[in-house]
Nanobody
């Protein structure tokens, strides 16, 4: 697993943004995938997770109804579509690979994280 995020940027409150994570390894389709974020001065927190075949999906309460996680196993890519963005969504967004139960509690091996992409929501 070799993960690389992209698509972050500076957006205004209420805007939408989609971040992507590509795995250049060879076993992407076998792994559940998740998104996490870390705001300045705060611990990294779980955002969303998706099983290897696309179902089920899980979301943090703070993003449920606004964010959508999806994946394309043919492209070794997992996406996070973020709608109705708020300033409190600001942070570095990381993708990770792990069993679903581990993703939901943030238990991910060190070498199964991407390097992160910055999302800033500000007017």
């Amino acid at each position: 697993v070799r993960l690389r995020e992209s698509g972050g940027g500076l957006v205004q409150p209420g805007d939408s943004l989609r971040v992507s994570c590509v795995d250049s390894g060879s076993v992407f389709s076998s792994y559940p995938m998740g998104w996490f974020r870390q705001a300045p001065g705060k611990e990294r927190e779980f955002v969303a997770a998706i099983n290897w075949n696309g179902s089920p999906t899980f979301y943090a309460d703070s993003v449920r109804g606004r964010f959508t996680i999806s994946r394309d196993n043919g492209k070794n890519t997992v996406y996070l579509l973020m709608n109705s963005l708020k300033p409190e969504d600001t942070g570095v967004y990381y993708c990770a690979a792990a069993p679903l139960s581990n993703l939901r509690i943030g238990k991910v091996a060190d070498n199964f994280w991407g390097q992160g992409t910055q999302v800033t929501v500000s007017s």
